[in-house]
């Protein structure tokens, strides 16, 4: 599959390793080619192409956006008619003063997301646990794999980002719309408070044990 990032840092530059591996295709839509975290990515896994950002996007069967929660407008809206159509997996977090929600809780970051970008099929992953478990994902114990929440309002978009999680060893839990992000942008803010603040270890994941049937 085609892939492209738009962020490639800490958390682009883990999933990104993470992809290729998994035997896709990876560019970085940089607005920068020359910067630190591109430069950095493309000299641990040389496969990795660098194009501009309308090029990585155009080209792309899936994005992903891994750019300060900050930037996401600046870094989507010259890019939204690329994007109509397109799958955006929204790994970005908004958070504020004192590890509150940034926005302040009265709606989610990935609805600004979807209106920087109107077209795309946004769906939100890979947003509820530290960068630490990106590259790798967390060793699965016994049939209980690592489980990565996601959500998105399109069925289709989310059948993909599910398989993509399920290559790179997460069980994919659904947890609904889009509307739901609002309650996993509050799952990352009690993660980083478990683990950057109480010392947790950051491979803290939480699982979905298997139902009977
Ligand atoms: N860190 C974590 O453990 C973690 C976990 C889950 C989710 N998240 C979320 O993931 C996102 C990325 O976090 P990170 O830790 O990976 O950040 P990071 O290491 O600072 O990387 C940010 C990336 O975004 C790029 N960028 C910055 N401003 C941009 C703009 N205006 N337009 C396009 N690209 C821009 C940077 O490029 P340059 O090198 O050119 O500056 C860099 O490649 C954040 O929203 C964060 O909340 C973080």
């Known amino acids: 599959m085609q892939i492209a990032f738009l962020g490639a840092g800490q958390v682009g530059g883990a999933l ?5 591996r998994a035997g896709h295709a990876v560019t970085v839509g940089a607005r920068d080619a020359a910067s630190k975290s591109v430069r950095e990515l493309v000299a641990r896994e040389r496969s990795i192409a660098v194009a501009t950002p309308e090029a990585a996007v155009q080209a792309a069967e899936v994005v992903f956006l891994a750019t300060p929660f ?13 994007l109509a159509g397109k799958i955006l997996v929204d790994c970005t977090n908004p958070v504020g003063a004192g590890l509150t929600h940034g926005l302040k809780s009265e709606r989610s970051g990935s609805e600004v997301v979807q209106a920087a970008a ?9 947003t509820i ?12 114990v016994g049939i ?15 059948s993909t980002v599910a398989t993509l999680l ?9 947890v609904g719309g889009l509307a739901q992000a609002l309650h996993l ?13 109480g010392g947790a270890s950051a491979h803290t994941v939480w699982s979905r044990l298997p139902t009977r049937v």
């Open 185 to 197: 942008e509050h799952m990352t803010l009690l993660w980083i408070r478990m683990v950057r603040v």
């Open 70 to 82: 900050a930037a996401v407008t600046e870094a989507l809206a010259p890019l939204a008619s690329q």
């Open 144 to 158: 209980v794999r690592p489980g990565m929440f996601f959500c998105g309002n399109d069925a289709a978009a989310k």
């Open 129 to 140: 646990y530290g960068f630490e478990n990106f590259e790798r994902a967390p060793a699965a």
């Open 166 to 174: 399920t290559e790179l060893g997460w069980d994919p839990v659904d």
């Open 16 to 20: 990104a390793v993470a992809l290729v």
């Open 118 to 126: 109107p077209g795309a099929r946004v769906v939100k992953a890979f």
